[in-house]
């Protein structure tokens, strides 16, 4: 059943892909609601386009509401009217409760992002490597076996030998083929190449990690992820996400958790050092680690385990160790520099700093473009 | 897209509509015919998301609204019982999935709102064919979108949506200032020149070049006095329709748009009295007629989750109702006029019951003679606001959130009216087509405590330039000093100017 609103939707949804009317993209507004699926809260986002109007600026306005409270209870922090507190803070060491955010098309963020990307093949290392063949029946060709002869094409083409040659009768409609009218499939080999490969994805989600933030390192390990596999396919990826703590997590809930805790990166890269010590020995399989991060840990005894875990534990087994760091509203990110003073000149680690938006794109030239 | 299909309602929810008319037509309520029909969720959201009209022309903010609306639905957040139309007769939505007792709620909310759109006065001017209206109103701009491609037609309606707000919400209900002198009835002035008492010195007293001098001196000072328009004019809509180089069909548009808001303005006005007495009598019949033992539950539940109150919202529903039952109360029970408010034993006015029993009366006189801002004006007391806890909130600086400000009474009503009153949106008026004899449009803000959102106020000039199709200027205060920002076509500026 097709409903007339649905083409206003449509328009709608080409709207905020921007595919349509540009000049309202400035006043897409990234709502949210926030629902129950199970047990857990999930975010449902509900872009709007406001229309700009006369209208009173916010601060100054307020309004009334209902409810228990003193005189200076807080209602909500900065941003919307009575919005829930959603974590924003300096870094903490307990961990916070879950939120999952769902409804957000990947394919799409992929193909948007696939076209304004060029990015340099990694050429995976390694003596494992496997190269596939496979073929795809692609064209149309006059001559080949009879086996892949193409019935439907090969009677076009004797009909339309026929109606040009004055030949075709349509009280009598029969068409016979010639030799000449046969046509065939044809097949295209193509090659891809298979390594085992194994890239472990680690995020920082604590609450000091703003939604800005976590957006920016959701896009960039999403587009690494989605660009990797879209040309290695033996490709195993890993998930670790840590507040205070580290864990083991799945594709998806990788890419849509939220959550609100404290930051303790060795517990991360404990993990990671499990994960590379147990089930993926260096000599079978090439490992990548990327590390996202606001760089703002617990404490600096902290910072050190990390740095040890990562020399005497991870590098030895990796490829490359990339980590990112996106520049947090509070400013602390000391962690990029205490990584460069010890690794800054080793090879096999990738650091870059993540300021805004814009710059994810020269970051993940940054860090895929050493060619590793 | 096929019609609607005939949704006459199964045999046994139109046994349960003559039933709650049965119930709404004892209490007294009057409304013209209304006609359920039976919609599934996906036409429910659709039918919201216009607006109420099954009909209208496409535009993308509909389908924004009907996303909303389906996601809400879709993860369970809301659902949407019901929607009745200021029509006659007054058409009815039914959500299919409604459980039977719902659907009893339901139509006796229904009841209702049509009782308050047909008797409360800020509905005696609206088209009571507005579905047949908006019907036509989206064939007519569809014809346009054949002619000029979707695009075209759809930007300009962007535009206009922008200053959809600036009509005269009050124009229906009174009559602005005396009525204009239309301009050929006024007598041109004979252009005498100077004294001649000899009528042979005349031509050499005032030779025609004097006269023709004269009488160019005049016009000039007349064109300099006519104001345009002659006096503020806060129906910028009509100002542009009647002013502006419009095309044929973008003032064919404008009008549209300017009629729907204009429509739709009423029950803006009149949302919490609307929602509130909708909400009274379903209550009431639900409660005294109509509920079964067995449903009990159910209704109390859905009610409760109607009226549910969140901090820093307030539901006009919740509000609505329990106004409505403050002032029975009072009514029945004589608590108001003189001796009631010069009485200043608390002791005595927590007994006071004079048994008046002129509650239901009441009610039934404020249905018909207020609107939301009266309603609260002159029916909100200190006691209510004490018993339903409500409070001021604003923005505070120092915390960088929203925090509870005051529970004073006086802030409160004084906060409230200000929501209320035009909408709660800024005063904008036309006061000069002809700014700086530029053929400049200059709109005035008034001021009235609170700055405009300057960054949406630059855009909106913009659209607002579109139409024009000269500068315009809008004289705003921005943190006490006054401001005016103009937009040229090309460029903003804005420079200090007081008027």
């Known amino acids: 059943m097709t409903l007339k609103i649905h083409q206003d939707h449509a328009r709608f949804k080409a709207i905020v892909r921007g595919r349509i009317k540009q000049n309202l993209r400035r006043f897409i507004q990234k709502g949210e609601m926030i629902g129950k699926r199970g047990k857990d809260f999930i975010t449902i986002p509900v872009p709007t386009i406001e229309i700009p109007r006369f209208r009173y600026g916010p601060k100054q306005q307020g309004g009334v509401g209902q409810g228990e409270g003193e005189v200076g209870t807080i209602l909500g922090p900065a941003g919307d009217g009575a919005a829930q507190g959603d974590g924003k803070g300096k870094a903490g060491d307990a961990p916070g409760h879950h939120l999952l955010e769902v409804d957000v098309s990947l394919d799409e963020l992929a193909e948007i992002l696939g076209e304004e990307l060029e990015l340099p093949r990694i050429q995976p290392k390694g003596n494992d490597r496997i190269v596939t063949e496979k073929t795809r029946y692609v064209g149309i060709n006059t001559t080949g076996p009879e086996s892949l002869r193409h019935f439907r094409r090969t009677f076009r083409q004797a009909l339309k030998r026929q109606i040009i040659t004055g030949t075709y009768d349509p009280r009598n409609p029969v068409v016979v083929p010639y030799r000449e009218d046969r046509r065939y499939r044809t097949w295209k080999v193509t090659t891809r190449p298979e390594s085992n490969a194994l890239i472990i994805y680690i995020m920082d989600v604590s609450g000091s990690m703003g939604d800005e933030q976590k957006e920016i390192v959701r896009i960039e390990s999403f587009w690494i992820d989605t660009w990797l596999r879209h040309h290695y396919k033996g490709l195993v990826g890993r998930y670790i996400i840590h507040d205070a703590v580290a864990r083991e997590v799945d594709r998806e809930t990788f890419f849509h958790t939220r959550e609100s805790g404290g930051t303790m990166i060795s517990s991360a890269y404990k993990l990671a050092a499990e994960i590379l010590e147990a089930d993926h020995p260096p000599e079978q399989w090439n490992s990548y680690v990327f590390h996202f991060s606001d760089g703002d840990n617990w404490s600096a005894d902290d910072t050190r385990l990390c740095c040890d875990i990562l020399e005497g534990r991870i590098l030895p087994r990796v490829n490359l160790f990339a980590y990112g760091q996106v520049e947090s509203p509070y400013g602390s990110g000391q962690f990029i520099k205490d990584l460069r003073e010890r690794f800054g000149q080793d090879e096999r680690v990738a650091l870059s700093e993540i300021a805004d938006k814009e710059a994810i794109y020269t970051s993940i030239k940054e860090i895929l473009g050493k060619g590793r | ?499």
């Open chain 2, 1 to 499: 897209m096929r019609r609607l299909r005939d949704r006459q309602l199964p045999p046994r929810l139109r046994d349960l509509q003559d039933e709650v008319e049965g119930y709404a037509r004892e209490f007294g309520l009057d409304f013209f015919e209304v006609i359920f029909e039976l919609l599934s969720y996906d036409e429910v959201n659709m039918v919201a998301a216009y607006g109420g009209y099954p009909n209208r022309y496409p535009h993308w903010r509909f389908g924004m609204e009907y996303e909303q609306l389906s996601k809400g639905y879709e993860y369970g957040l809301s659902k949407i019982y019901e929607m009745v139309i200021n029509n006659d007769p007054t058409y009815a939505y039914l959500q299919e999935s409604n459980s039977e007792v719902d659907q009893k709620l339901v139509m006796a909310h229904v009841y209702g709102h049509a009782d308050f759109f047909k008797n409360n006065f800020s509905f005696a001017h609206t088209n009571r064919k507005m579905m047949d209206e908006m019907a036509n109103h989206a064939t007519r701009v569809r014809r346009w979108i054949d002619r000029l491609g979707l695009e075209v037609v759809e930007n300009f309606i962007d535009r206009c949506l922008s200053l959809e707000n600036l009509i005269d919400y009050h124009a229906p209900y009174i009559k602005r200032g005396p009525p204009r002198v239309p301009e050929g009835e006024k007598e041109p002035e004979r252009i005498e020149g100077l004294r001649a008492d000899r009528e042979y010195m005349r031509y050499y007293i005032n030779p025609p070049e004097y006269l023709e001098e004269l009488r160019r001196q005049r016009e000039e000072a007349e064109r300099q006095k006519k104001r345009f328009p002659e006096r503020p004019q806060r129906d910028v809509l009509l100002f542009l329709l009647e002013h502006a180089p419009l095309e044929p069909w973008e003032q064919e548009i404008l009008a549209i748009i300017r009629e729907e808001a204009y429509y739709f303005a009423p029950q803006g006005q009149t949302k919490i009295m609307n929602e509130g007495w909708a909400s009274y009598w379903h209550s009431t019949i639900m409660t005294q007629r109509a509920l079964k033992a067995s449903e009990l539950i159910d209704y109390a539940d859905h009610h409760a989750a109607t009226m549910a109150v969140r901090p820093g919202a307030l539901n006009p529903y919740k509000i609505g109702l329990e106004l409505f039952r403050d002032i029975e109360d009072r009514w029945n029970k004589g608590r108001f006029g003189k001796e009631w408010e010069e009485c200043d034993s608390l002791v005595e006015k927590q007994r006071w019951d004079l048994q008046l029993g002129l509650g239901r009366q009441k009610i039934f006189e404020v249905r018909r003679l207020y609107n939301d801002v009266t309603f609260i004006d002159e029916f909100l007391t200190p006691e209510f606001c004490l018993e339903h806890k409500l409070f001021v909130y604003g923005y505070n600086d120092k915390h960088q959130a929203w925090e509870i400000l005051s529970r004073d009474f006086k802030v409160i009503k004084e906060k409230l009216l200000h929501q209320l009153t035009n909408f709660g949106q800024p005063i904008i008026d036309v006061v000069d087509g002809n700014f700086e004899n530029r053929a400049e449009l200059l709109l005035v803000h008034r001021h009235d405590g609170i700055d405009l959102k300057l960054d949406e106020a630059r855009l909106t000039l913009e659209n607002l330039e579109s139409l024009w199709r000269r500068p315009v200027n809008l004289h705003t205060r921005v943190d006490g000093k006054g401001v005016i920002l103009r937009f040229d076509g090309k460029e903003h500026s804005e420079r200090r100017a007081d008027l």
